[in-house]
């Protein structure tokens, strides 16, 4: 399988298009890694000609994964609300997107030995079906207990986490996993070498997408020729999380 990665695109929606349009004919699917939504300044009309674009693109070549920025319109509650969340944002996504468009949503997607989610899995004995299980009982528990936003996204977070320990990415069968993630702000793409897997982070503000072929077991990290002014925001995350976990 041939596959195009697209990290976080945050209402560029113009740009992503043109990807598609680029890619469309050179691969067998589209996985986008989440984080569809918000942006500094955005407004309603903003998520809301993405979440039309989304609707366009529920179809079997592509896989819709679930960020952080898109969980807090899917349910509204506290507990998952970013400090980009707003009501009259969280009306118009959902003014696009039913609830049977949300299902089509997945947490994560698996393909040979590559496994790709928003910000990383870590757990041994992955399967598909097993992280559904305990991600769907997580959001129960925050629901249930209303839980702190720090307690359900937990260093181990799947929607928060920064960057990926040491610990092995493993399914029942074959063992570790390769991953490719977004979240992760970074000024340059990056990649993690372990014992017997990588882990490649993406997220440089729609500047790279990547191509993998899951059966000849090959990356390639791409340039999209967009350039991203960084917002002090994003540089804050860069300086005081990533550098120090990529030097």
Request: with cysteine; glycine share 4%; net charge negative.
């Amino acid at each position: 399988m041939r596959l195009c990665i697209i990290p976080d695109i945050h209402n560029r929606v113009d740009l992503t298009k043109s990807l598609i349009d680029k890619e469309h004919n050179n691969v067998d699917k589209f996985v986008m890694l989440g984080d569809y939504f918000d942006h500094f300044f955005d407004t309603p009309d903003d998520v809301k000609r993405t979440a039309n674009f989304l609707k366009e693109i529920l179809n079997d070549k592509f896989e819709l994964l679930i960020g952080n920025h898109d969980l807090h319109y899917i349910m509204d509650h506290d507990a998952f609300k970013a400090s980009t969340w707003t009501q009259e944002k969280f009306d118009a996504v959902n003014e696009v997107i039913s609830e049977s468009d949300w299902e089509k949503f997945k947490w994560s997607y698996l393909d040979n030995r590559w496994l790709f989610s928003h910000s990383g899995i870590q757990m041994e004995g992955f399967s598909e079906e097993k992280l559904d299980n305990i991600l769907n009982s997580h959001i129960e528990e925050v629901i249930e207990n209303d839980l702190s936003k720090s307690s359900w996204f937990s260093p181990h977070g799947t929607f928060w986490q920064k960057y990926l320990s040491d610990t092995p990415y493993a399914d029942d069968e074959h063992g570790p996993l390769n991953q490719v993630v977004g979240h992760t702000v970074l000024p340059k793409w990056n990649m993690k070498q372990f014992i017997g897997y990588r882990v490649y982070f993406i997220d440089t503000c729609s500047q790279n997408y990547a191509i993998v072929d899951t059966d000849l077991n090959e990356i390639t990290i791409n340039s999209t020729g967009y350039v991203h002014y960084y917002h002090p925001g994003e540089i804050r995350w860069i300086n005081t999380i990533n550098q120090t976990k990529f030097v």
